[in-house]
């Protein structure tokens, strides 16, 4: 069935570092590509998606690149804050479904 | 933020007892979510629904039934609560489907115990 697969955490930074979390998918046809984060005690917020190949995701400094030719939608921050810290959660919805399939989670931690 | 209540935020119960879950939205979104959270396997889909009274699986549904009868209520039973049930539960709604943003509520910390 489709999947994502996301790398394993935990990850630790230090402040202004350069933020990459690899996600790579496997699906039929043309799936949606999500990026969500969940802060400390709270639920999951939307932090960027796309819907087609080459489309280019970006919100609060990250930015993600539907890459079909690869099946891959990696995560990237140029500099990261504190503030950033949080889990990342990479998920794919195949074309034509309801779900939402994510994968297993990175743990960001960003030191002062 | 979206209007998603969930309740309880904290239960502790033992093996073998009824469990309900209940999700509140004051959003009037059609689509609604179950979810659970575990460590190692991000969340996974239980149970969704699609409108009031149209409900279907998702990937972990064994051992889970839900129920809509209104437009903002979708709860979660765990009929005979076992400890590979201890979780953190999560609901989640969206006015126009999956490519549409999911918006999650606060979560639900289940202990079975």
């Known amino acids: 069935g489709d999947s994502v697969t996301q790398m394993e955490g935990p990850v630790t930074l230090s402040e202004e570092a350069f933020l990459t979390i690899n996600c790579t998918y496997t699906?039929?046809?043309?799936?949606?590509l999500f990026w969500y984060v969940q802060y400390p005690g709270e639920g999951l917020q939307l932090l960027l998606k796309?819907?087609?190949?080459?489309d280019k995701g970006s919100n609060k400094g990250f930015e993600a690149t539907y890459r079909k030719e690869t099946t891959s939608f990696h995560l990237e921050k140029g500099s990261v804050q504190v503030s950033d810290s949080a889990v990342y959660f990479c998920?794919?919805?195949?074309?034509?479904?309801?779900?939402?399939?994510f994968g297993a989670g990175t743990t960001v931690t960003v030191r002062a | 933020d979206a209007g998603i209540t969930q309740s309880p935020r904290h239960k502790v119960t033992e093996t073998g007892t009824p469990v309900t879950l209940r999700c509140h939205q004051t959003?009037?979104?059609?689509?609604m979510y179950w979810y659970r959270q575990d460590p190692g396997h991000g969340l996974r889909l239980i149970h969704y629904?699609?409108?009031?009274?149209?409900?279907d699986k998702g990937e972990v549904s064994d051992g889970y039934s839900v129920s809509r009868s209104k437009t903002e209520d979708f709860l979660l039973t765990l009929e005979s609560a076992t400890s590979s049930q201890t979780s953190v539960y999560f609901c989640?709604?969206?006015?126009?489907?999956?490519?549409?943003?999911?918006?999650f509520g606060s979560g639900t910390q289940l202990s079975v115990l």
């Open positions: 989640a709604i969206s006015a126009q489907g999956i490519n549409e943003k999911l918006f």
């Open positions: 796309a819907t087609k190949a080459d």
């Open positions: 629904s699609y409108g009031v009274k149209d409900t």
């Open positions: 959003e009037n979104h059609r689509y």
């Open positions: 699906a039929t046809g043309y799936p949606s």
């Open positions: 998920a794919l919805s195949p074309s034509n479904d309801y779900k939402l399939s």
